[in-house]
């Protein structure tokens, strides 16, 4: 059977049709552009959907599965207010392209659906007990637990970006401080070291290597000046490293999954970052949980938005 999956973003939007078992056939993007309303973004969706059918030589599909930013209500099918869509406040996106597919019609949250993905094609096939974190300009996660997703009260189990991890900490865009996002999350990592180099005056490679603009200074750059030793960039990574195993030390001990995988960042990272992380987490989570837990960076990286899109869709069929 096709899946025509649907990636939404706030600043890319991804196309694609797959199989059920996760052969990605064709994808295409679009600029979402946000600002022109959910009426005429939803329309230029449609539109390329058709297109992507129409060059995959299919004149219909199985199921469409969507992938969008949080917070979603997924019983009712609505888009609700993402912070990067403004004006998106509650978008029916499931009776919009059941409407006009006429075919069963699936949704869940970026991370949700990345879960999935891991879970349905990735490294964790069939992996009963799975935590999937996205970490990458944000973080986010989704969490299965005997072969299922978990949902919550209000759709918002998974959400470990906003959990605190000290209360005193950084201000965070959600509103509370301290959260595992602002420590962990490539966007504010990389404006906090800016903000530090140009408060305390910090003599770092790291100036260097934004030729001389902090605003430059990405995680890419920290992570290359923490390889060569700068260091400042080696404290600052040390201290990431610690936030980071506190986090998923927490995931690790509320849910005891058998395995987490880790998105983006971690991908692009490496063992730089997973043999110190995994020495770390000793300090926070139990030997017995962490001897039954593999962490993993995702093997799906380049196409686990569009597999998660199709992995909606292939959950929503199985659970009938
Ligand atoms: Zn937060």
Redesign the pocket.
Known sequence: MHILGIDIGGTKTSVCIGTESGQLVLERRMTTRPEEGPDKVLERMMVLAREVMAQSGLSDVGAVGIAAPGPVDVKRGAMLAPPNMPGWDFVPVVSYFTEAFHRPVFMNNDANACALAEYHFGRGRGVANLVYLTHSTGMGGGVIVNGRLVQGATDMAGEV??FVLDPQGPP???G?RG?F??YCGGRSVSLRLQQKIAAEGIATALTAKAGGRLAAIDFKLFVEAAREQDPFAVREWQAYVERLAQGIGIVIMVLNPDMVVLGTIACQTGDFLMVPLKACLRRFAWGAALDACRIETSALSANIGDLGAIAVAAEGLKAG
Do not use: I, N, Q
């Open positions: 970006g906003h965070c865009s959600c509370l959260c996002e602002v």
